[in-house]
C-alpha cells in the first residue's frame, strides 16, 4: 500500500477512510481531526488551562501529548486509585511520561483521602466499578474547580463514544442522551468536560502512541471484568466492517438530531443541585455521593476484626 | 519460521511460514484494525509479506477496563 498523500510505502491503512498513510502523513491527518473536534465543538478557547486525566494508558496520554504539541495549557491530573501493584505501576508510567515532556501532573492518592479501591471493594456492597467510576470524576472535577482550571479533557475515543451512546440508546436513558457529546458545558459545580479524540478510532489512538513512542499501562485492573462494553464494541466492529463509516455517522447524526430533543425534555425535569457540605463539589443531597462512600468505608473499617493486618499491611 | 507476540496476553505463536499480514490477522481471527502489527520499529499494512524469519507483535487494541 502507498501513502495517500504523498505515495510512499504506508504504515497505516485506514479502511472506514478507505485510505492509507505513512507516518507523517497519519500524524498530520489525526491532528487535523483532533483540531477539528476543538473548533467545531469549541472545546478548548485561545488562552484556557486545560487538566487532563491521565490513566496511564493509550488514549489519555495520547491526549496529553497531543495538546501539548497543539500549544495548549495542559497540566496532567492522575488518580492514584491504591490498588497493589496496578496502581503503582499506571502511577509510574504517568509519572514517567509527563517527566520526559516536561508536564506538569498533578496526583490524587486516595490512600490518602481514605478512600482506596481495595477498601471501597471490600466494605461497600455495589459493583467495585461503577464506585470506582464515580470517585475518579468526582476528583477529576474537584481538582479542575478548585485548580481554576477552565476545563477537564479526558481521552475517550469514538468506539468508547459509540459503545456508550448504543448502551444509552438501547435503555433509552433521556438523562444520559441529553448531554453525551464533545463537549459539557461548565454549569453549577461543574468544569467544562471535553473529549477531544471523539473523532479518532482506538487504532488510530493506539498507532499515534506506538509512532511517538508512548510506553502505555496495559495491565489490567485485577478487579476488571473485562473490558466495559466489550460485546457492542464488537457488534460496531462489524458494522464498521460491513459498512466504513458506520461509527462516526451514528455519533455525528446523534449530536446534530438526537441529543437536542433530549436535551429539551431533561430541561423540564432537571433537578437542582448545591454544594456538599463537606466537600463542596455539586450534589442534590446534603453530602455527596463520594463523602458518604468515605463514611461508611471510615465506619466498617474500624469495626473490622481484621482491620489490624491490614494496617500493617498498609505500612509495609 | 516465524515468531508472532501477542499483546496483551502475553502468548508467543509459531508458524511456519505465513504469507501476508492480511493472512496472519485473518488465522488469529483480527480484522485490519483490532490490533496493531509491528515488526521492529515499523508499522505494517495487510498487504505486507511476511517473510521467513520475521519476528512480529500483534497489539491489540482495545482497551481494558
Ligand atoms: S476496572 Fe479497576 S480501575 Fe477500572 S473502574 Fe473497575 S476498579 Fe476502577
Ligand atoms: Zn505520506
Ligand atoms: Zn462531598
Redesign the interface.
Known amino acids: 500500500?502507498k501513502c495517500r498523500k504523498c505515495k510512499v510505502p504506508?504504515?497505516?491503512?485506514?479502511?472506514?477512510h478507505n485510505t492509507?498513510f505513512c507516518r507523517a502523513c497519519f500524524s498530520t491527518y489525526f491532528t487535523g481531526q483532533v483540531e477539528r473536534a476543538i473548533d467545531k465543538h469549541k472545546l478548548i478557547l485561545p488562552g484556557e488551562s486545560v487538566l487532563v486525566a491521565l490513566s496511564g494508558?493509550?488514549?489519555s496520554l495520547t491526549l496529553m501529548l497531543e495538546l501539548s504539541r497543539l500549544g495548549h495549557d495542559v497540566t496532567g491530573l492522575h488518580v492514584d486509585l491504591g490498588i497493589p501493584v496496578s496502581s503503582a505501576a499506571a502511577r509510574a508510567k504517568v509519572e514517567g511520561f509527563c517527566a520526559q515532556h516536561g508536564m506538569k501532573l498533578h496526583v490524587v492518592e486516595l490512600i490518602k483521602e481514605g478512600l482506596p479501591i481495595p477498601d471501597v471493594k471490600k466494605y461497600i456492597n455495589r459493583p467495585v466499578?461503577s464506585a470506582c467510576g464515580k470517585i475518579k470524576r468526582h476528583w477529576f472535577n474537584r481538582v479542575a474547580l478548585e485548580g481554576g482550571f477552565h476545563c477537564l479533557a479526558t481521552g475517550h475515543n469514538l468506539?468508547?463514544e459509540v459503545a456508550r451512546l448504543f448502551a444509552n440508546t438501547l435503555r433509552w436513558d433521556a438523562g444520559y442522551l441529553s448531554d453525551q457529546g464533545p463537549c459539557l458545558q461548565a454549569e453549577s459545580g461543574f468544569a467544562r468536560k471535553i473529549k477531544p479524540l471523539y473523532r479518532l478510532?482506538?487504532?488510530e489512538?493506539?498507532?499515534y502512541a506506538?509512532?511517538n513512542g508512548i510506553s502505555i499501562h496495559?495491565?489490567?485492573?485485577p478487579?476488571?471484568?473485562?473490558?466495559?462494553f466489550?460485546g457492542h464494541?464488537a457488534l460496531w466492529?462489524n458494522l464498521?466492517?460491513n459498512s466504513p463509516g458506520s461509527k462516526i455517522s451514528f455519533y455525528d447524526g446523534f449530536l446534530k438530531r438526537g441529543r437536542p430533543a433530549f436535551a429539551l425534555v431533561e430541561k423540564e425535569e432537571g433537578h437542582e443541585l448545591s454544594p456538599c457540605t463537606s466537600c463542596a463539589s455539586p450534589t442534590s443531597t446534603e453530602v455527596c455521593g463520594v463523602c458518604r462512600l468515605k463514611i461508611a468505608v471510615t465506619e466498617r473499617r474500624a469495626a473490622d476484626p481484621d482491620r489490624a493486618t491490614d494496617r500493617v499491611r498498609d505500612k509495609a | 519460521m516465524i515468531i508472532v507476540h501477542v499483546?496483551?496476553e502475553n502468548q508467543t505463536l509459531i508458524f511456519r511460514s505465513l504469507n501476508t499480514v492480511l493472512m496472519l490477522q485473518k488465522r488469529l481471527g483480527l480484522?485490519?484494525?483490532?490490533a496493531?502489527v509491528?515488526r521492529g520499529s515499523?508499522?505494517?499494512?495487510?498487504?505486507i509479506q511476511i517473510q521467513d524469519g520475521d519476528e512480529i507483535h500483534i497489539?491489540k487494541?482495545?482497551?481494558?477496563?
Open positions: 500500500m504506508a504504515e497505516i491503512s485506514l479502511p472506514s492509507a494508558g493509550k488514549d466499578c468506539d468508547d478510532t482506538e487504532f489512538t493506539a498507532c506506538f509512532i496495559s495491565a489490567p485492573c478487579y476488571s471484568g473485562g473490558a466495559s466489550t464494541k466492529s464498521e466492517y | 499483546e496483551p480484522r485490519v484494525t483490532d496493531l509491528i515499523e508499522l505494517l499494512t495487510p498487504d497489539r487494541v482495545t482497551s481494558t477496563g
